[in-house]
């Protein structure tokens, strides 16, 4: 069965840097896109990224533009976020979501996105 | 707040039917754009239960309906039982300015 299970958040203080991954197994990773996506404390779900089934297109959120980095690994079957320059407001739960699809974002393609597996998540928590 | 809107909470009784409306506009739903609905019990991992509007993924059962018309989506939970307590956000895709996804801002269901 599918599994994502998430790894690498804690607390760090604003403007440092923090690399979350997502371990994925019981699917053939390399086939498909990822995406991160976050809920804040008390907030709803929030897209952050996502990055196609080959690594080579990427897309994010305006909110994290400039600052976090998506990229994956498909021969270690993992996906991960650099996220530099963190601020408080980044402060969240950090899903890592499976594509059905390849990824590849295009007004056409990422129309018809959507997660059909997510990981329990792991919190980052940025605070002096 | 969120470009989808839910009501923030429902409820209803075991057994009874309940509804969860997502209101978005001519850049999202309108715009003809699928939508999707998860449900999240704090502390797990989200689970998709409707995609393209009204399709279930093989698992979910058949209590639970999508639809779909104009700027709205609604989610239908017939039979309620208490598992069913939980947040429920709706998914779809946003084509103004820089195009992303987004999320409603989530309903949470208490079973009485």
């Known amino acids: 069965q599918v599994q994502l299970v998430e790894s690498g958040g804690g607390v760090v203080q604003p403007g440092r840097s923090l690399r979350l991954s997502c371990a994925a197994s019981?699917?053939?990773?390399?086939?498909?896109?990822m995406h991160w996506v976050r809920q804040a404390p008390g907030k709803g779900l929030e897209w952050v990224a996502v990055i196609s089934y080959d690594g080579n297109n990427k897309y994010y959120a305006d909110s994290v533009k400039g600052r976090f980095t998506i990229s994956r690994d498909n021969f270690k079957n993992t996906l991960y976020l650099q996220m530099d320059s963190l601020r408080a407001e980044d402060t969240a739960v950090y899903f890592c979501?499976?594509?059905?699809?390849?990824?590849?974002?295009?007004?056409?393609?990422?129309?018809?996105?959507?997660?059909?597996?997510w990981g329990q998540g792991t919190l980052a928590t940025v605070s002096s | 707040q969120s470009v989808l809107t839910q009501p923030p909470s429902v409820s209803g009784a075991p057994g009874q039917r309940v509804s969860i409306s997502c209101t978005g506009s001519?850049?999202?739903?309108?715009?003809?754009?699928?939508v999707h609905w998860y449900q999240h019990l704090p502390g797990t991992a989200p689970k998709l239960l409707i995609y393209n509007n009204r399709n279930r993924p093989s698992g979910v059962p058949d209590r639970f309906s999508g639809s779909k018309s104009g700027t709205s989506a609604s989610l239908a939970i017939t039979g309620l039982q208490a598992e069913d307590e939980a947040d429920y956000y709706c998914?779809?895709?946003?084509?103004?300015?820089?195009?992303?996804?987004?999320f409603g801002g989530g309903t949470k269901l208490t079973v009485l």
């Open positions: 979501a499976k594509d059905p699809g390849s990824g590849y974002c295009n007004i056409a393609s990422c129309s018809l996105t959507y997660f059909d597996f």
């Open positions: 019981g699917f053939t990773f390399s086939s498909y896109g």
């Open positions: 998914q779809s895709f946003d084509s103004s300015l820089t195009f992303h996804l987004v």
């Open positions: 001519s850049s999202n739903i309108g715009a003809g754009y699928d």
